[in-house]
């Protein structure tokens, strides 16, 4: 983790944002053409500035020594203040470009969420990954989280 900072993000980082964004609907994208209805579905600059911008989310990101954006993660926490349930954290996404990778940053953006999400009093942890990332889904299990839902879809034709 040489020479990368990870910082909580801001709207100055926008642009940074949605160009990972973007690097990490691709990956995605390799798994299953589905996933190009999020590039259609919305304008992501608009839609990562309101996200920036909620008190519930945290956004960090990864720079390197010369300033360029390496990776991110998004998190944030859902409560429901006039219940009585407690408040669910969710990990929306980790992200860091395929030449950084296998160099602890995903880690650290993990653990700074899980700060920050501890700090906050969070009970419970969720997360979204695609069952044919076989990669991502063993290293989810080895810090502790396990299957519980299983989300199912069917391509009309």
Known sequence: ??????????????????????????FHESFDKY??????????????KNQLQKKNAQF?????????????GQSSIISMPKTKAPKIGKLISIF????????KIGKVIFEQQMEWL???KVKYIEMHVDARNKKSLALWK??????YQINLKMDLK
């Open 1 to 26: 983790m040489e020479n990368i900072k990870i910082k909580k993000a801001t709207i100055k980082d926008l642009d940074d944002i949605v160009g990972l964004a973007g690097l990490m609907l691709d």
């Open 35 to 48: 996933y190009t209805i999020y590039s259609k579905y919305e304008d992501h600059k608009e839609f990562y």
């Open 60 to 72: 960090l990101i990864a720079k390197d020594k010369n300033g360029e954006a390496v990776g991110f």
């Open 96 to 103: 860091v470009k395929p030449e950084y990778r296998d160099k």
């Open 118 to 120: 501890k700090k906050n």
């Open 142 to 147: 080895k810090y502790g989280f396990k299957d």
